[in-house]
């Protein structure tokens, strides 16, 4: 995913909604995000990098859902 499919997928969202990132869809767990970093390598191609941040618990089976998980 390009960073401006991120922003087109986010624009119809909610700007005051918590951004969290689901991960391991076999143990399917919530995390808050801590940091935004882009890196700017040698490359032409700059990456960003969401990191995580606290633990928020087990993702909600309406997200799973949505996820195809």
Known sequence: MKVS???SVLED???????RLAIQP???FE???DR???IVGSDPDSVVYIS???SVGYL?????DALGW
């Open 26 to 28: 076999s143990y399917p």
């Open 60 to 64: 909600s089976g309406e997200a799973r």
């Open 36 to 38: 935004v970093e882009e």
């Open 52 to 54: 995580q941040g606290r």
């Open 5 to 7: 499919d991120l922003i």
């Open 13 to 19: 969202c909610d700007p005051d909604g918590e951004v």
């Open 31 to 33: 995390l808050a995000v």
